[in-house]
């Protein structure tokens, strides 16, 4: 990881013991410059990759990693901690929601990228050389510009069964409501996991906004994480979680306007109706109904929808 990191910094710094250093990282090929801040401890430990801000639209996680970054103190820190603060920031101050401006791409179905591809790809690819780098991967999001959501944890559970109970009970330790497996392959953890590297991605906030409470709990939630790898001091609060058997994301087969039919959290059966899609004139073009019994994990909250974009997500109960 330092090896990495060393060649975004100037050539008359180095990354030394008991230092943070900020600065951005170029994504070559590409305009984008990732800001980051590298902690490195005074002491020797693990290596911690934080990104946040892979959706422009998702608040709480990118003001979470700014404060962690100021925050943490590298005398008390084990090891390494790279935080990348957004990772995507052309998407965020274009207040984008999933997708990036200069391809219209949503990065987390790009990875682990190509040094040679699109915009998204190639900052897929930067990342997933940190991820190689990391013994942990922490990638923390939240509800975008037009999605209500519980908070909930999603790991991989590519790479082998011992990686995915690794990055399961981390993801537990985030005392966040629901905890759910993924086989997703070009999803940022499904990439890290491929590697060998342990992880999950977090969800905390509501519609694109943030406030002070979210980023408090969002910053107390990976710092448990951090000190059960032993990264950061402190004794590690054990939470109690549902595990689900994994997640049914209902997608849009039309354009139109969305009328859900269920509330965020809530308890569907298979074959309940989950809302439709109307025309202008308010006529239905289309109806969605429950693929499984489950929770309402996410909800699109905006009165637009296009074709292929999510609706809703149900958390399905394990057992």
């Known amino acids: 990881m330092i090896d990495l990191i060393q060649n975004h910094f100037p050539t008359d710094t180095t990354a030394a013991a008991n230092s943070k250093t900020r ?3 170029s994504v070559a090929g590409t305009p984008v410059e990732m800001p980051f801040t590298f902690i490195h401890g005074a002491a020797p430990g693990k290596s911690i990759l934080l990104t946040a801000g892979v959706h422009g639209g998702e608040y709480p996680c990118i003001e979470t990693a700014i404060h962690l970054a100021n925050e943490i103190d590298p005398a008390q820190v084990k090891g390494t901690i790279l935080i990348i603060h957004p990772v995507n920031p052309a998407a965020f101050l274009a207040r984008m929601q999933y997708y990036g401006p200069y391809d219209g791409k949503n990065l987390n179905r790009v990875f682990p990228g190509t040094a040679t591809g699109t915009v998204s790809e190639r900052i897929a690819y930067q990342v997933h050389l940190f991820q190689q780098a990391a013994d942990f991967f922490l990638d923390l999001h939240g509800g975008d510009i037009h999605e209500g959501l519980v908070p909930f944890v999603i790991y991989s559970q590519l790479g082998g069964s011992e990686l995915a109970e690794q990055s399961r009970l981390a993801s537990a330790l985030l005392g966040f409501p629901y905890v759910v497996g993924s086989i997703s392959e070009n999803s940022s953890i499904g990439a ?8 999950f991605l977090a969800e905390l906030g509501q519609c694109g906004r943030w406030n002070a409470g979210e980023v408090d709990q969002y910053k107390t939630a990976v710092l448990n994480v951090l000190r ?16 689900l058997e994994k997640m049914l994301v209902t997608t849009a087969s039309v354009d139109g306007c969305w009328y859900p039919a269920v509330e965020l959290d809530g308890l569907v059966k298979k074959g309940q109706k ?7 004139f308010g006529e239905v073009k289309a109806s969605y109904l429950a693929d499984s019994d489950g929770i309402i994990l996410y909800l699109v909250s905006s009165l637009a929808i296009t074709a292929n974009d999510p609706l ?3 958390g399905v109960l394990a057992g």
């Open 274 to 280: 989950l809302g439709e899609i109307r025309d202008f």
């Open 23 to 25: 600065g951005f990282i």
């Open 312 to 314: 809703a997500a149900i």
């Open 192 to 199: 890290a996991a491929k590697v060998g590297t342990p992880g």
């Open 228 to 243: 059960s790898f032993e990264v950061v001091p402190g004794a590690v609060q054990l939470h109690d979680v549902e595990f």
